[in-house]
């Protein structure tokens, strides 16, 4: 399997760097071929060798490069603490990412056991 992997992280590089390199070095425990992407510079569209993009996050990233791509969603501590179970789960879960689905989604209401609800979430850190 050809994968891409894109980590960010709000707190710094090198907690997005380490999350790479483990998923890096589990992927290359499989046999698979993976490159790490740069985010530094807007994401842009991946290789038409390139099975599935990883994208394992702490923070929100602009994904519109990526539409129409295999790709799988994860936490970036996923990355960190469980690599090899990532993978496995980006091979058997991965799905094509449409971004305009992403827009709608974001204002869609929740629905709840307590009924429709829309969700505002505010966060800050001080990073």
């Known amino acids: 399997m050809n994968i891409q992997i894109v980590t960010a992280c709000p707190g710094g590089k090198t907690t997005s760097w380490l999350g790479a390199r483990r998923l ?11 490159e790490i992407v740069d985010t530094s510079r807007p994401l842009a569209a991946p290789a038409r060798s390139v099975d599935c993009v ?9 994904l519109a490069a990526l ?25 058997h879960d ?15 209401p929740v629905e709840t ?8 979430a505010i966060t800050a850190c001080p990073t």
């Not at 890096?24 to 993976?34: E, N």
């Not at 990883?54 to 602009?62: E, K, Q």
């Not at 991965?94 to 869609?108: K, L, M, V």
């Open 113 to 120: 056991a307590c009924g429709t609800r829309r969700i505002v």
């Open 54 to 62: 990883i994208v394992a996050t702490s923070t929100p990233l602009d």
């Open 24 to 34: 890096a070095a589990a992927a290359d425990r499989r046999g698979w071929l993976a």
């Open 94 to 108: 991965g799905a094509i990412y449409r971004h305009a689905d992403e827009s709608q989604a974001a204002n869609a």
């Open 67 to 91: 539409d129409g791509t295999c790709v799988y969603r994860a936490e970036l501590r996923d990355a960190l603490a469980a690599p090899d179970r990532l993978l496995a789960a980006a091979e």
